[in-house]
């Protein structure tokens, strides 16, 4: 590209047609007001505005292997779209990307450093896990300056091919819920408990399949565990554990069954004494019955990767400590129970 000024004497067609404009102009004749963008690519109808307008112009003149700021960040954006999402059209070479459905937002934060550590390249997105709703914004592409060399955004389309995707939507696969206790409770606290499962299960699209309470008993419990594998169920959970017992009754069943124990603990609080197993491919979180309550657990962090058919390994928890201080102002990290649209 070649910058360079120009006096309001010496435009021309010749020399203004096709280069990019660096500054808002703003001019008034006997027709109105007229205002041109900065990044506009000029053509002969700016000409009398430019000259009303009375100032010194600073142009861009493309060169061959040059792009304009637009055509950058749609590029730009095409190349670290996954599926589930929706490119709108540039705005002063910013690019959103909206959810296109319900789910799960999925980041290759190191694709996303890579692309980020080019010159002039701006990806941004919302955190990697978070739930959002249709039509919400997930991420966007910046182009910096108003035209740019192609080998650099080809080189970004070269790191996003091999990330496959930079960023995506997984949509809530609407498999059914398992649920297991073992207090006893009743009356208004057990009309409470079904009544927040409900909630927070069906804010997914998906179904509970049933909750069993159960006395304590190891093969009353691991009878029920089975039978909800056996139903196709995508998650149980298993609640009123005593995680910090080995011999819990709950846990013991799971060892029957020979279950894989994925992590005993999470960092992050509240949850912090949660656990994960898996039957099969089946994956059985227990927790306390207090995590059925509220919104702000690690229980409500991990849903939204449970019901999108992911399998969470111990690595991915372990990542949770990194504000894993789960209090009020972490709320837009879970799902948004309270919005049905």
């Not at 700021?69 to 709108?88: P, Q, Y």
């Not at 498999?175 to 009309?191: F, H, P, Q, S, T």
């Not at 992050?268 to 994960?276: F, I, Q």
Request: aromatic fraction near 6%.
């Amino acid at each position: 590209m070649r910058a360079f000024a120009l006096e309001p004497e010496a435009i021309t067609e010749e020399r203004v047609v096709g280069t990019v404009l660096c500054q808002n102009v703003v001019a008034a004749d006997a027709e109105g007001r007229h205002r041109i963008d900065k990044g506009q690519i000029l053509t002969a109808d700016d000409i009398p505005a430019l000259r009303a307008a009375g100032e010194e112009l600073h142009l861009i003149a493309m060169e061959p292997g040059d792009l304009h700021e637009n055509a950058a960040s749609t590029r730009l954006a095409r190349a670290v779209a996954g599926d589930g999402l929706d490119i709108g059209p540039p705005v002063e070479s910013q690019t959103h990307l909206r959810a296109a459905r319900r789910g799960i937002v999925e980041v290759d934060t190191d694709a996303l450093r890579r692309i980020n550590l080019l010159p002039d390249m701006s990806v941004f997105t919302v955190y990697d896990g978070q739930p959002v709703l249709e039509s919400k914004p997930v991420a966007a592409t910046k182009v910096t300056p108003l035209v740019v060399p192609e080998e650099v955004v080809a080189r970004a389309e070269e790191i996003a091919r091999d990330a496959a995707p930079v960023v995506r939507v997984r949509p809530f696969t609407g498999g059914a819920v398992g649920v297991v206790v073992r207090e006893r409770i009743g009356g208004r606290a057990r009309e409470r408990f079904e009544s927040a499962i409900q909630m927070k299960v069906g804010w997914f699209g998906s179904p509970v399949a049933g909750i069993r309470y159960l006395s304590d008993d190891v093969e009353e419990i691991a009878s029920a565990l089975d039978c909800f594998t056996a139903e196709g169920v995508s998650l149980i959970l298993a609640a009123g554990v005593n995680s910090t017992d080995p011999l819990d009754l709950t846990i013991q069943a799971l060892d029957r069954l020979g279950a894989e124990t994925e992590r005993r603990g999470v960092p992050a609080h509240p949850g912090s004494t949660c656990w994960l197993s898996y039957l099969g491919d089946v994956p059985v979180f227990g927790l306390a019955m207090c995590g059925m309550f509220s919104r702000t657990t690690v229980l409500d962090l991990l849903l939204p990767r449970f019901l999108s058919g992911q399998r969470v390994r111990a690595e991915e928890i372990a990542e949770f400590g990194h504000g894993g201080v789960l209090n009020k102002d972490m709320a837009f990290r879970f799902p948004p129970y309270t919005d049905a649209s």
